[in-house]
């Protein structure tokens, strides 16, 4: 079974997202929305080590699913909105036989 580019990306961003500290952060960045939030500051809401937030943010990064920019001295990590808004539309594209997702209740779907 071949696997095509965006079910890759999708295996990417999939994986990153299945650490804990790695969800928290990127949760922490879609609250934020486009103005996103500075390494320091994630780290002190977090409680983890500038270091290990630092390869977290590296693998959040390498799957595509968060962005970074320099202001001044720091460092501003964003969430990467399309690629969140891509890998959902990739998970329930075939959702509920065809239907609409928000048309079906959790009662219907059990």
Not at 49 to 56: C, G, I, K, N, T
Not at 57 to 71: I, P, T
Not at 80 to 93: V, W
Request: net charge negative; glycine share 8%.
């Amino acid at each position: 079974m071949e696997i095509d580019a965006t079910s890759q990306a999708t295996i990417r961003a999939l994986g990153a997202l299945a650490q804990e500290h790695r969800l928290a952060v990127f949760r922490l960045l879609v609250q934020a929305g486009p103005d996103g939030m500075a390494a320091g500051v994630l780290a002190d809401r977090l409680g983890v080590p500038a270091s290990s937030l630092s390869f977290h943010l590296a693998q959040l990064s390498n799957a595509g699913l968060v962005g970074q920019r320099r202001e001044s001295r720091s460092i501003i990590y964003t969430a990467d909105y399309a690629a969140m808004n891509g890998l959902i539309s990739f998970l329930t594209e075939n959702c509920c036989a065809g239907s609409s997702c928000a048309a079906i209740s959790e009662r219907d779907c059990a």
